[in-house]
């Protein structure tokens, strides 16, 4: 019998293999993200990203997270673009799907999902235009650095969800989306 792959999986099984777990802060945590970054920057044809960041928990020193490096690149959506995007990062391991947000969609890759060995280091790259909403996470990281106080205020209520949502990664991401909605908009001005 062949074994399953992350997209054979269902949210249920997704949920049981690699729940949600929140760890102390790691120094490598940065260098893992740089040489992600170097990976993804050689492998593609230059003009495909225009600019890659590190952005998630795991950007902020010292603040607890999932052991998920999550990273922005910027790129214009066109369907030929896309699609050679998508077969390249495939390449370099990443599965690939489409995220929505409320009336946005971005790209989403990610990788170290492996049913036969879970536990792996992952990675979770978001992917949009510029212009595009999914670049508001620059601001709610930005904001965390510079608030010390917001960042462990954040990190408290990510515990707290992850022992509620241990199982259910989007009730997870759901559930912290007011606050990340809240500081980001503070951190804009609005």
């Not at 997270?65 to 030929?80: G, P, Q």
């Not at 601001?139 to 608030?147: L, M």
């Not at 990190?155 to 980001?184: C, I, M, P, Q, W």
Request: hydrophobic letters at 35%; zero cysteines.
């Amino acid at each position: 019998m062949p074994q399953k792959t992350l997209q054979d999986l269902t949210k249920e099984e997704i949920g049981q293999l690699f729940p949600i777990e929140i760890s102390a802060y790691d120094p490598n945590w940065p260098k893992l993200y740089e040489k992600e970054k170097q990976l993804i920057t050689a492998s593609l044809p230059p003009g495909m990203i225009t600019r890659i960041e590190h952005f998630g928990s795991t950007s902020i020193p010292g603040l607890s997270a999932k052991n998920t490096i999550d990273i922005l690149m910027e790129v214009e959506f066109e369907e030929t673009r896309n699609q050679q995007l998508i077969e390249l990062m495939k390449g370099l391991s990443y599965d690939f799907n489409w995220q929505n947000e409320g009336d946005h969609t971005h790209m989403v890759f990610v990788k170290g999902y492996d049913p036969s060995k879970p536990g792996q280091q992952t990675y979770h790259i978001h992917a949009g235009p510029k212009t595009h909403i999914v670049w508001d996470r620059i601001y709610f990281r930005d904001y965390r650095i510079a608030h010390p106080e917001t960042a462990l205020a954040y990190e408290t209520l990510k515990k707290t969800l992850a022992n509620e949502f241990r199982h259910d990664r989007v009730g997870y991401r759901v559930a912290k989306s007011e606050f990340v909605g809240k500081v980001t908009g503070i951190a804009k001005g609005l």
